[in-house]
C-alpha cells in the first residue's frame, strides 16, 4: 500500500510502498477516506529536535484521520465493517492505575499512533478496535477528519465551566480557533484569542470569534478595558505553546481564575509565581482528550450546531501532499486535508 513516510533522518516525507499492516485479533483494519496534517507532523516533516528523539526511521505517521472498517480481529465486538470511522491515536496499556480508573487519557504507558506506531498517512490503518469512534449522522468526513484537534480544543476548553465567563485564549492555531469557537458555543461572555499572525486571526473571525487581538499591537490591559472588563479573565486556555504568551496571561486573570495549558511551553518559560499565589490561579495541564468522553461531547455540539467547517482551509490530493505540508509550515492555514480516495 502507498503510504507517507519518514524515510531518512532529514526534512521531508516520501510516498513509498510499504507492506499493509499486520492486525492482532483486537485489532481493526480501516480503509483511509481523508487524512489532516497536524502541527505534530510538522515537527516531523521539519525533523526537529523532538523528531529526532522520538520518530523511528523508516516508519510511516498521521494520526488525524477518516475512513471505513473493512476488517476486524476475531476478538472484536460492537464494530463492524463498512463503519465510518476516526479514532483515538493514543494507544493506552489497559492495566495501570489511570487506565484501569477508566482515565485512560492518563496511562503513564501510552504510544502514539503515527509518533510511536506506524500511522494513518497511508492507504489501510490498523489499530485496536477500543480506540475506533464511530462517525454519527450528520457529521461531515472534514468535520470527522478533524476530530482528534477538536478533541484537544474541546478537552481545554471544557476543563472550567465557561457559562457566563470571560475568556482568553493565547494562540489562534487552528487548536486555539476551535477552542475559543467551542467557548462562544457553550456560552462564554467575551471570548478574546491573541496571535502574531494576521492570517490567522482573520481565520479566527471567519469562525465568529469577534475579538481577535494581535498581540504586538495592543495589550491585553487595552482590550479589558475595551470590553469594559474590570477584574481580569475567567478562564485563560493557553494554546500558542508561547512563554510570552503564558506571562501575559497569568497577569490578566482575575483573582482566582482558572487555566488550562494546552500549548507546549518551552523549557525556559518561567511563571510569575506572585501571580498564581496571590490570585490564588489554579493551573491544569492537558495532553490528548478524555477517552471517550470529549469524543461524544464534541460530536454532540457538531451537532447542536458548533460550526468549525471554515477552518479547513486547504484540501490536496495525495500527490500534492508536500504543498500541504508547505503551507502548514508557513502558517498560512487552518486545517489541511489530504485526500486517499
Ligand atoms: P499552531 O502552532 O498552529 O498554533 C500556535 C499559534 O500560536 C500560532 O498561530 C502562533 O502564531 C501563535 N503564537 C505564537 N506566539 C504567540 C504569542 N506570544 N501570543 C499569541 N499567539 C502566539 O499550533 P496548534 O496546532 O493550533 O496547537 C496549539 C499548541 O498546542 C501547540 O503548542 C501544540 O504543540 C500544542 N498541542 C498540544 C497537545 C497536547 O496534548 N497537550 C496536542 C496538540 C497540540
Ligand atoms: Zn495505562
Redesign the pocket.
Known amino acids: 500500500m502507498k503510504a507517507l513516510v519518514k524515510k531518512y533522518p532529514k526534512r521531508g516525507l516520501w510516498l513509498e510502498d510499504v507492506p499493509e499492516p499486520r492486525m492482532s485479533e483486537n485489532d481493526v483494519l480501516i480503509k483511509i477516506k481523508q487524512t489532516a496534517i497536524?502541527?505534530?507532523d510538522v515537527h516531523i516533516y521539519e525533523w526537529n529536535e523532538w523528531a529526532r528523539q522520538t520518530i523511528p526511521v523508516p516508519m510511516h505517521v498521521g494520526h488525524e484521520f477518516v475512513g471505513e472498517v473493512v476488517k476486524v480481529g476475531k476478538e472484536v465486538v460492537g464494530v463492524h465493517p463498512g463503519m465510518r470511522v476516526s479514532g483515538e491515536g493514543h494507544v493506552v496499556c489497559g492495566h495501570c492505575r489511570n487506565c484501569r480508573a477508566g482515565a485512560r487519557h492518563l496511562c503513564a504507558n501510552t504510544k502514539g499512533v503515527g509518533v510511536d506506531r506506524p500511522g494513518c498517512f497511508a492507504e489501510y490503518l490498523a489499530i485496536p478496535a477500543s480506540n475506533v469512534f464511530p462517525i454519527p449522522e450528520g457529521i461531515s468526513d472534514d468535520e470527522a477528519s478533524i476530530l482528534d484537534?477538536l478533541g484537544?480544543a474541546v478537552h481545554t476548553a471544557l476543563s472550567f465551566n465557561l457559562v457566563g465567563e470571560d475568556v482568553l485564549v493565547?494562540?489562534?492555531?487552528?487548536?486555539?480557533i476551535m477552542g475559543a469557537a467551542v467557548a462562544l458555543h457553550v456560552g462564554a461572555r467575551h471570548v478574546v484569542i491573541?496571535?502574531?499572525?494576521e492570517y490567522?486571526l482573520d481565520l479566527a473571525r471567519k469562525l465568529g470569534v469577534k475579538n481577535t487581538v494581535d498581540?504586538r499591537k495592543t495589550t491585553l490591559p487595552d482590550v479589558m478595558k475595551s470590553l469594559k472588563m474590570t477584574e481580569g479573565f475567567d478562564v485563560g486556555l493557553e494554546?500558542?505553546?508561547?512563554a510570552?504568551?503564558f506571562k501575559?496571561m497569568v497577569e490578566s486573570m482575575k483573582h482566582g481564575g482558572d487555566i488550562a495549558l494546552?500549548?507546549?511551553l518551552p523549557p525556559h518559560t518561567t511563571i510569575p509565581w506572585n501571580q498564581v499565589i496571590f490570585k490564588g490561579l489554579f493551573i491544569k495541564g492537558?495532553?490528548?482528550r478524555e477517552m471517550f468522553e470529549t469524543w461524544y461531547k464534541m460530536s454532540s455540539m457538531l451537532q447542536s450546531g458548533l460550526d468549525i467547517k471554515r477552518i479547513v482551509t486547504h484540501r490536496f490530493p495525495l500527490a500534492g501532499f508536500e504543498e500541504g505540508f508547505e503551507v502548514m509550515c508557513a502558517?498560512r492555514s487552518g486545517k489541511v486535508i489530504l485526500d486517499w480516495r
Open positions: 497536524c502541527g505534530t484537534p484537544n493565547t494562540g489562534a492555531g487552528p487548536i486555539g491573541t496571535d502574531l499572525n490567522r498581540i494554546m500558542s505553546g508561547s510570552e504568551a501575559g494546552l500549548g507546549i492537558i495532553y490528548g502558517g
